[in-house]
């Protein structure tokens, strides 16, 4: 993704800018950028059967070489081969190998983390402390998995009018403290 997005930034030297020299140098992306290709590529992720896992071969192969660059049409000399029968086909592949090649794949689904699964060693989100003024990753909305929320009081012991006395000494009472608490359905 930050590869494919790299921009070109050049800079003239010269005199009353005039571009007798150019300096040029790849950049990196935006940050926002190369998170969106991120993003619409996992949201494109395709899944692989686990029986095309044991494949020695790839599904694609990306070469580190340089693209070889059409030929040029060049009047007077005969452009038109015999030999592309099928280079229709030859473009197409080569267009699915290059979308391939940018393209995510998976072999196992996500699991549920909304659910228990002792098996999974997934506690699930039943009875999960939440917060119900948060539009965040801790709110209620996101957190509950659409299953809504409880109000509970809780009353806790804490430790509370601490007193320090000479020498290294900190004395405290136990205080009891209720509070409202929302916890996932």
């Known amino acids: 993704a930050v590869q494919s997005n790299m921009q070109v930034r050049c800079k003239c030297h010269g005199m009353s800018g005039s571009c007798e ?7 990196a992306p935006d940050f926002r950028l190369v998170g ?10 395709v899944l692989v059967a686990q029986s095309n896992l044991g494949n020695v071969t790839p599904l694609t192969r990306i070469r580190n070489s ?7 049409y060049r009047p007077g000399r005969d452009n038109n ?12 592949k080569k267009r699915k190998a290059h979308n391939l090649a940018k393209q995510l794949f998976y072999y196992q689904k996500s699991p549920n983390f909304c659910e228990r ?9 039943t009875g999960r402390r939440c917060n119900r003024t948060s539009p965040g990753g801790d709110g209620c909305a996101s957190l509950c ?5 409880n109000v509970v009081r809780q009353r806790r012991i804490e430790r509370c009018r601490c007193k320090f006395h000479w020498c290294c000494v900190v004395q405290c009472e136990n ?11």
């Open 21 to 27: 020299l150019k300096t040029c140098w790849k950049v």
């Open 36 to 45: 969106k290709s991120l993003k619409e590529r996992f949201r494109g992720a």
């Open 66 to 72: 340089r693209r070889r660059r059409p030929k040029k």
């Open 81 to 92: 081969n015999n030999n592309n029968a099928g280079s229709n086909d030859r473009i197409g």
């Open 117 to 125: 699964d002792p098996y999974q060693d997934i506690p699930g989100t």
């Open 145 to 149: 998995c659409g299953r809504g929320y």
């Open 175 to 185: 205080c009891t403290v209720e509070e409202w608490i929302t916890v996932c359905k």
